[in-house]
């Protein structure tokens, strides 16, 4: 069987009780953490009033049947699943899977809800298409070769996304293994994400990723609808992996399917800023705590990243350190180097630094380089730190960011963070919500559930 195979069946056949419990519990962990990113996003992300705009607009404004988080209204399945990804993945404080180099839960997430919404599934089912979803994107975004397919300039979360997307609304749309395929199909026409938003911190990164769930989405429902997708849409000679990478092993796409589960993969973001930025902010952190020095003490920093972080955070270095937009801050190592060293942690009301001359100057003592020892492990996201403060010299390797499967946030950890995010837009309805999402599982009918 080919991949596009092999996967269609995965989605559209896998038991929902073969998913185990585990498994099924941190789905409903990441979708929760998405939510409270989401909420936020809805009333304060610069890009909101845009799109909100947009919608309207094009006559896609009316009420449905779909939850968008963060907003007192609900809307049709393609606009919710737009919007709930768009603004879920605003803030850059959403989940990320290291093998892949990818957010799973703003592509995956909004599209298997509004399908869910759509048909009246159960929590249950909700979850088990999650899980689905989750498996297919990372698993094609580890088949890509994230580092080719970042020099290739796109954007996986984006590309990857939209299968997982189709796959998730697709099981809770009952699409059989043909079907399926056919859904992968038409994604493989509609997969996009550039990385050309790092030139001026344009919107784009959020908006693709919203993208890729509202076209998931509708891949998802033109299949169910009998239209005919291309063939082996996946790993054809015009398919996806082949065209979207130079490096692309579609063995990876299903080594373990069923048996190994990525979902367990997915780490938690403790800062709203690009996962290559996290381990050295964990590191300055540590490092000012134990050894007590200032802000204005530091120095120099230099910030040893895998290529791919040089390619988001640390390149071009004059123009990282000069972050003025919340997406330049969000891909800029300097200036959450700075953050971290003025404000001992690094949140998302902590954007007010943009343009604060003392960001500026800790920003103008960073040198970010490339660290070969990076390169070849299993995960990207770790760093090196040498840094210069007070007379004294400091060095210290960071392998994995916090948050990562092993460093999971335990449930108080989770909530605070949630709450952190919902409360200030929420306010008294934030425990409601929150008990909603902890109750999914035994939701039996998601209509006006949420």
């Not at 995965?10 to 909420?39: E, H, K």
């Amino acid at each position: 069987m080919t991949t596009t195979a092999v996967l269609a069946r995965f989605a559209a056949d896998l038991p929902g009780d073969a998913i185990p419990p585990d498994v099924t519990a941190r789905a409903l962990a990441l979708l929760t953490d998405l939510a409270g990113s989401a909420v936020r996003a809805a009333q304060e992300a610069d890009s909101t009033p845009s799109v909100l705009a947009m919608l309207g607009l094009l006559g896609m404004e009316g009420d449905g049947p779909c939850t968008v988080f963060g907003l007192n209204r609900r809307y049709g399945p393609a606009a919710a699943a737009l919007l709930n990804g768009t603004f879920g993945h605003s803030l850059d404080f959403d989940d990320t899977h290291s093998d892949s180099s990818l957010h799973p839960s703003a592509p995956v997430v909004p599209a298997a809800l509004a399908a869910a919404e759509m048909t009246g599934a159960s929590g249950a089912d909700l979850l088990a298409a999650v899980v689905v979803g989750f498996e297919v994107c990372c698993r094609l975004g580890m088949a890509l070769d994230p580092a080719a397919h970042y020099a290739r300039g796109f954007h996986p979360t984006a590309t990857a996304g939209t299968f997982g997307a189709a796959a998730a609304a697709g099981r809770l749309l009952g699409l059989d293994a043909d079907r399926m395929a056919s859904a992968f199909g038409v994604a493989a026409s509609q997969a996009s994400g550039s990385l050309q938003f790092l030139v001026n911190g344009a919107w784009n990164k959020r908006y693709q990723v919203g993208e890729a769930a509202m076209k998931g989405l509708m891949a998802a429902t033109l299949a169910s609808e009998g239209f005919v997708g291309a063939a082996d849409a996946i790993d054809g000679k015009h398919g996806f992996l082949g065209g979207y990478s130079d490096g692309a092993d579609p063995a990876l796409a299903v080594a373990g399917l069923g048996q190994v589960w990525e979902t367990l993969r997915i780490g938690v973001k403790p800062y709203p800023a690009c996962r290559y930025t996290h381990a050295a902010v964990d590191g300055l952190l540590a490092l000012q705590a134990e050894h007590g020095f200032a802000p204005e003490e530091v120095q120099a920093i230099t910030v040893g990243l895998h290529r791919n972080g040089i390619t988001l955070v640390g390149d071009p270095l004059p123009a990282k350190r000069r972050a003025r937009s919340i997406v330049d801050g969000q891909f800029s190592m300097p200036f959450a180097a700075a953050v971290a060293l003025i404000r001992g942690r690094f949140g998302w009301d902590d954007y007010d630094l943009l343009g604060d001359p003392r960001a500026d100057a800790l920003a103008d003592r960073v040198e970010v380089r490339r660290d070969e020892s990076l390169e070849g492990l299993r995960h990207p996201f770790g760093a090196t730190l040498n840094l210069r403060a007070a007379g004294r010299d400091h060095a210290l390797r960071i392998p994995d960011p916090s948050g990562e499967p092993d460093t999971f946030p335990t449930p108080d950890a989770a909530e605070a963070k949630f709450r952190a995010l919902a409360g200030p837009v929420l306010n008294h309805g934030t425990d409601a919500l929150l008990a909603r999402l902890r109750g999914l599982t035994r939701a039996a009918d998601l209509r006006g559930y949420l």
